[in-house]
Nanobody
Framework: QVQLVESGGELVQAGGSLRLSCAAS????????MGWFRQAPGKEREFVAV???????YYTDSVKGRFTISRDNAKNTVYLQMNSLKPEDTAVYYC????????????????????WGQGTQVTVSS
C-alpha cells in the first residue's frame, strides 16, 4: 500500500510560481509512474502531468511551457514546478501513483492510477 502526501499549495498572484511536492511511502517508489491531476470546483478531475520511471514526461496542453514535473527517487518525492500561474490554474492538485512494468510508461487517465493523495489547494488571484 502506497501513501501519498502533497504539500506546497497556497494563494498566489497571477504570474507567480509555486512548487508542489508529493512524498510517497509504503512502496518501491522507482516502480511507479507518478502523475499530477487537478480538480476545480464543479469540474471533473483532469490530468496535468506525468513522469515515468525513467523520467520521461508528458503534459496537458494548457500547462506546457509553464509547469515542470520531476522526481527524486532517493527522496521518494515527485514535484510540480508551476510558473506563470493563471487564475484558471486554481484547483485542488492531487498526486497519483501507478505501478507500471514498462520503464517509459506514462499513464494519463484518472482511472489508470492505483493510489492518490488527499490534495493540496492552489488558488491564483487575478
Amino acid at each position: 500500500q502506497v501513501q501519498l502526501v502533497e504539500s506546497g499549495g497556497e494563494l498566489v498572484q497571477a504570474g507567480g510560481s509555486l512548487r508542489l511536492s508529493c512524498a510517497a511511502s509504503g512502496g518501491t517508489f522507482s516502480n511507479y509512474a507518478m502523475g499530477w491531476f487537478r480538480q476545480a470546483p464543479g469540474k471533473e478531475r483532469e490530468f496535468v502531468a506525468v513522469i515515468s520511471r525513467i523520467s520521461s514526461t508528458y503534459y496537458t496542453d494548457s500547462v506546457k511551457g509553464r509547469f515542470t514535473i520531476s522526481r527524486d527517487n532517493a527522496k521518494n518525492t515527485v514535484y510540480l514546478q508551476m510558473n506563470s500561474l493563471k487564475p484558471e490554474d486554481t484547483a485542488v492538485y492531487y498526486c497519483a501513483a501507478k505501478n507500471v512494468p514498462r520503464l517509459n510508461g506514462i499513464p494519463v487517465g484518472v482511472y489508470d492510477y492505483d493510489y492518490w493523495g488527499q490534495g493540496t489547494q492552489v488558488t491564483v488571484s487575478s
